[in-house]
């Protein structure tokens, strides 16, 4: 179900991406792996890939990136304020997740937005579009690359 | 395969533990309520909501599982992809097997559970009598789950126990006999009960599932 789920998301945004008509799969997807060198937490891996070379500054990337990471960092430290809202949600019968979310959970939107804001300023206009790694169950970030970059070629007709 | 197979240790699981804790409640409880303290049974309240609250999101909670990757991902032909791929953590290098099923390879401490046929985060086991994987995301209420049920199973054969040494001259009452039958039932239970929680409390304290 959630095979489906990936692709229906990943087709609808390709054809809001492609504003003129005709929706167009990528070409290309780049898959961004997780970073394990620091231990197993979440963390995506900041190199460049080649497949961008040309297409996006490799600073943009590396912004759009250590973002990413920070933000999952952030959500997976343990902290005095993580660890109380645990012992407090058992002590309620954990009736507090019904309240709120955890300190994990929290991060999610964050990221969602953030992609968002990327993809409409960033990315969008080069060609490319970032999908959510919680789509892939945060083990890659995908990269899309569109052939037609719509900022530059006009109407097609087919 | 019969769904209703699956489900049947968690249903005896349940109704074993609400009909013994119900009984103990009703029998035992209501004398110590009576001619002790309100605060046995408002203790023994408030354990029995600790149990059932863990014992139901150990149930009900994912437990981490990693959608199957869909077929764009896979650049290389599943033939060709090799078995293993190392990875430094730390600089301890560790191998990530392929999995065939989900088409991905898996994550450190992540493992597919045959019974649910998906990869689960850093997988312990798959419990029958929780219908469910213990993994990642819920292995802290199973353990919560399993000290609380400890605590619980411990509280009703003490009280069911000094209950019965108190009525040891009316054996035939009804509430005594259910007392003799908590005492056996928990006394037996506990052996498995208890041993599975002191194993987990040493895989906790060593930081190993």
């Known amino acids: ?158 | 395969r019969c769904k209703g197979t699956k489900v049947l240790p968690a249903f005896f699981a349940w109704a074993i533990l609400l009909i013994t804790t119900a009984l103990f409640f009703y029998f035992p409880c209501m004398w110590f309520y009576e001619n002790v303290s309100i605060l046995i049974p408002l203790c023994e309240a408030v354990v029995t909501l600790f149990v059932i609250a863990n014992f139901s999101l150990a149930t009900f909670m994912d437990a981490g599982v990693i959608p199957k990757a869909s077929p764009d991902e896979d650049k290389d032909d599943d033939f060709r992809a090799p078995l293993y791929k190392n990875v430094d953590i730390n600089g301890v290098t560790v191998r990530m097997k392929w999995c065939v099923t989900c088409q991905f390879y898996r994550p450190p401490r992540c493992s597919h559970c045959s019974v649910c046929n998906k990869c689960v985060e850093t997988f312990d086991h798959h419990c029958p009598w929780v219908n469910n994987c213990i993994g990642r995301r819920n292995y802290r209420y199973f353990f919560l789950f399993l000290i609380s049920l400890s605590l619980h199973m411990a509280a009703v054969f003490s009280f069911s126990t000094y209950f019965l040494i108190q009525h040891k001259d009316r054996l035939t009452q009804v509430p005594t006999v259910v007392s003799l039958c908590l005492v056996t039932l928990v006394g037996i239970l506990s052996v498995p009960v208890f041993g599975l929680a002191g194993f987990h409390v040493v895989l906790v304290a060593r930081g190993r599932t």
């Open chain 1, 1 to 158: 179900m959630l095979y489906h789920r990936v692709f229906l998301k990943s087709d609808a945004r390709a054809r809001t991406l492609t504003a003129r008509g005709a929706p167009s799969p990528p070409t290309q997807k780049v898959f961004i792996q997780r970073d394990y060198s620091e231990g197993t937490q979440v963390r995506f891996q900041p190199k460049f890939p080649s497949e961008l070379e040309g297409k996006i500054e490799r600073e943009k990337f590396e912004y759009t990136l250590n973002t990413l990471n920070e933000v999952y960092a952030e959500a997976e430290k343990m902290s005095c304020s993580s660890c109380c809202e645990g012992c407090f949600a058992c002590l309620t019968a954990y009736l507090l997740y019904c309240c709120s979310d955890t300190h994990f959970e929290k991060a999610s939107p964050k990221v969602a937005k953030f992609i968002i804001e990327q993809n409409e300023r960033v990315y969008v206009p080069r060609g490319l579009l970032i999908i959510d790694p919680v789509e892939r169950g945060l083990r890659v970030i995908e990269i899309c690359i569109f052939s037609d970059n719509p900022a530059s070629t006009p109407a097609r007709n087919n």
